[in-house]
């Protein structure tokens, strides 16, 4: 008993960290297509269409357990949404897998159900299925768009999708894990754009933004007051720190990772490059904006950046309200104009210690001694 008991102890563990492992390699290569698929399923529910879902098997449990979500709630109470999954009805599967075959069980539901402006999210893990293709082709003639949930193998038909996401595994128990996974970040963004808008929830920066978001980690002004909503749906606490951030050190990580003990989401302030010549002369930033932004959205322990226009961060602390400000210690003895905002709304701010010798005038000193 005391070696099955061992065995199984190995199994559980490398059934987890096999998880994790293709997890994260989702995080790096299909963030971008998650967030489109965010965006596209948020515009159809915001604009009064429906979610249609189907797959077989596992991927079928995984289509009505989303369509629940919608109809019921995922987390926030908010109102019933659209959503229709194709996997339930024995009369109509029976009906027409009888009159037609089991190909067009999906699709002849699309033909009487789908709308322009609609959205099939078509999941199959092999990326084979007929009827799951062929929903697609009749999600097409009616005018809808197309979210593809597959796998590896998968490639070629996450391209016949406006949106494919094919999980980096070839393991069926691996992919289907990462397709519910995939679904809950659907509905958390559902949730999170209703809350912050309840007549327009899109997630695209606001009209006239004079810049793009380069990374998922990357957050808008409107994005902010979005993301608040979400986390105090979880009731989960968010931190949120600022800087320049031009020349990121041990000191910088000692902060951040300082900051990020201190809740569960940490969101980072960064100064655009007009806003630092204006505080440091010229010279500074060292690198630009996009640059920083980029250092800083590839450290793990920071969830999100935000680029500020303002002399201080007081505007995005507004649309944000984090739990917890953070500065540095340096401004033990200085007025922080934020905190006036912050306490204002049941916020706190908090002094994160300096790292001795580790500063950017520091770093940048050495760096010119050794030219």
Do not use: W
Not at 26 to 48: F, K, N, P, Y
Not at 304 to 320: G, K, N, Q, R, S
């Amino acid at each position: 008993m005391s070696t099955n008991l061992r065995s199984f102890e190995l199994m559980i563990a490398q059934s987890i960290r096999a998880g994790i492992s293709v997890r994260s390699l989702l995080l790096e290569r299909c963030d971008r297509d998650i967030l489109a698929a965010c965006r596209l399923v948020v515009d159809c529910v915001t604009s009064g269409h429906k979610v249609l879902f189907c797959g077989n098997g596992g991927s079928a449990a995984d289509a009505q357990h989303l369509a629940a979500e919608l109809v019921g709630r995922y987390v926030s109470e908010r109102r019933a949404l659209p959503g229709i999954a194709l996997t339930v009805d024995t009369s109509i599967l029976t009906a027409i897998g009888n009159d037609y075959g089991f190909e067009r069980v999906f699709a002849r539901q699309v033909e009487g159900l789908g709308a322009p402006g609609d959205v099939l999210v078509a999941i199959t893990t092999s990326g084979g299925s007929p009827n799951v293709r062929a929903a697609i082709e009749a999600a097409r003639a009616k005018g809808m768009r197309v979210i593809g949930l597959t796998g590896e193998k998968g490639k070629e038909f996450a391209g016949l999708c406006d949106v494919g996401i094919a999980v980096p595994s070839r393991i069926t128990s691996r992919i289907q894990e990462c397709h519910i996974t995939i679904g809950h970040i659907l509905c958390e963004a559902i949730d999170a754009s209703l809350a912050a808008s309840p007549s327009d929830g899109r997630l695209e920066p606001p009209a006239g933004s004079a810049r793009t978001t380069t990374s998922p980690k990357e957050l808008t002004r409107a994005d902010l007051a979005r993301l608040r909503a979400s986390v105090s749906a979880d009731k989960r606490t968010i931190v949120f720190t600022n800087g320049v951030f031009d020349v990121v050190h041990a000191g910088h990580l000692a902060q951040l990772g300082a900051a990020r003990a201190l809740g569960d989401v940490l969101v980072v302030g960064v100064n655009t490059d007009e806003t630092v010549r204006a505080a440091k002369g010229e010279g500074r930033p060292v690198f630009p904006l996009a640059e920083r932004l980029q250092m800083l959205a590839a450290l793990e322990m920071v969830d999100f950046v935000h680029p500020f226009a303002e002399a201080t961060p007081v505007e995005t602390i507004e649309a944000l309200r984090p739990d917890v400000h953070c500065k540095g210690a340096d401004y033990e003895n200085k007025p922080i104009p934020e905190r006036t905002v912050v306490e204002g709304y049941g916020g706190r701010v908090v002094l994160i210690p300096l790292v001795e010798g580790r500063s950017t005038t520091r770093t940048l000193d050495l760096l010119g001694a050794r030219r």
